[in-house]
Nanobody, 125 residues
Framework: QVQLVESGGGLVQAGGSLRLSCAAS????????VGWFRQAPGKEREFVAA????????YYADSVKGRFTISRNNAKNTVYLQMNSLKPEDTAVYYC??????????????????WGQGTQVTVSS
């Protein structure tokens, strides 16, 4: 079992920045591929970014590439999502997810076994 706890969401003005954190427990953190997903009201959950076990490999959705940065600190059992140049269309509930079975940095929700509770990010115009 892996427990994921997210923090850092909030309200920010367009063009601003937020950093989300996802703290993991229950399993050796370095064995987990970790991804971020988001879901806006009335829309399907979409992939945002993923990071490899070591933190060297990353993969981003085109919609956030160049604006968001995913990183991890395995010593702290934490993955971060630095969100810069935020746009109103970034408004969503952001979820941290972990894949303990494969090393694939996949965009599919089905590839991730563990999910955080979600944290609301609201970007005002």
């Amino acid at each position: 079992q892996v427990q994921l706890v997210e923090s850092g969401g909030g309200l920010v003005q367009a063009g601003g920045s937020l950093r989300l954190s996802c703290a993991a427990s229950g399993r050796t953190f370095s064995t987990l591929v970790v991804g971020w997903f988001r879901q806006a009201p009335g829309k399907e959950r979409e992939f945002v970014a993923a990071i490899s076990r070591s933190g060297v490999g990353t993969y981003y959705a085109d919609s956030v590439k160049g604006r968001f940065t995913i990183s991890r600190n395995n010593a702290k059992n934490t993955v971060y999502l630095q969100m810069n140049s935020l746009k109103p269309e970034d408004t969503a509930v952001y979820y941290c997810a972990a894949n303990g079975r494969t090393r694939r940095l996949g965009p599919g929700s089905e590839e991730y076994d563990y999910w955080g509770q979600g944290t609301q990010v609201t970007v005002s115009s």
